[in-house]
């Protein structure tokens, strides 16, 4: 599986969006990329996934290069709520492990 | 609709003894993880299963954990002559995934973990 690499940690101002990094140049044809978020003292919660095209649901948007080397998940209005470590993951379709780095520690403030 | 869900919540022991920790996962759903969290680490993969039978069991720590899943659905962890390393968050997942390589994407729902606390 790809590895990705992430910032450590962001702050972001309630209210406004964030812009999470994420590169993974050694990313395959065959492999998505997935956003998950863990709040503290609860399990992982999927985010949204992407293979080439930007994509958006209720929660988020994801931008991905032409190239797919990184991509950037977009929290368009974060709240308190949102604070969280949010991690990248690239892998195949269904049946595998999710292999989770560090992931990024998003801190929203008032 | 119900989550997946595990038992118990907390789970104090002494060393040396067994535990088994369970997960009940979304109905339907074909694939289970067991995955464990160390205080301030990131999750580590144990072991899946697509139906009852696990096709990878690569991050089993040792021989003294062991899973096991019956009927498609509810899944038992248990870990043997436990040891104070074993303390972690053990977060179950369960998805709805194939393995013939098709299209369904890997979106993991996770339950509210076990908490393992051995002394």
């Known amino acids: 599986d790809a590895k990705t690499t992430q910032p450590p940690s962001m702050d972001c101002a309630e209210g406004r969006a964030a812009n999470l990094p994420c590169n993974h140049s050694?990313?395959?044809?065959?492999?998505?990329v997935y956003w998950y978020r863990q709040i503290h003292s609860q399990g992982p919660q999927y985010i949204i996934h992407?293979?080439?095209n930007n994509e958006t649901n209720e929660m988020a948007s994801l931008i991905i290069t032409e190239d797919r080397k990184s991509s950037t998940l977009i929290l368009p209005h974060a709240t308190l709520r949102d604070t969280a470590v949010y991690y990248c993951?690239?892998?195949?379709?269904?049946?595998?492990?999710?292999?989770f780095g560090g992931g990024t520690r998003v801190l929203v403030k008032p | 609709g119900a989550g997946v869900s595990q038992s118990p919540s907390n789970k104090v022991t002494e060393k040396g003894k067994d535990v088994e920790l369970r997960c009940d996962p979304i109905?339907?759903?074909?694939?289970l993880y067991w995955y464990r969290q160390r205080l301030g680490q990131g999750l580590e993969f144990l072991i899946y299963?697509?139906?009852?039978?696990?096709?990878?069991k690569s991050g089993l720590p040792s021989d003294r954990f062991s899973a096991e899943r019956t009927g498609g659905s509810v899944s038992t962890l248990t870990i043997q002559r436990t040891q104070q390393e074993d303390s972690a968050v053990y977060l179950c997942?369960?998805?709805?995934?194939?393995?013939?390589?098709?299209?369904?994407?890997?979106?993991?729902?996770f339950g509210p973990g076990t908490r393992l606390t051995v002394l």
């Open positions: 109905s339907g759903h074909t694939a």
């Open positions: 992407g293979l080439k």
């Open positions: 299963f697509q139906g009852n039978s696990a096709p990878d």
């Open positions: 993951i690239v892998d195949k379709a269904a049946g595998n492990k999710l292999t």
């Open positions: 050694t990313i395959s044809g065959n492999e998505y």
């Open positions: 997942a369960s998805s709805l995934a194939t393995t013939s390589g098709g299209a369904r994407i890997n979106e993991q729902f």
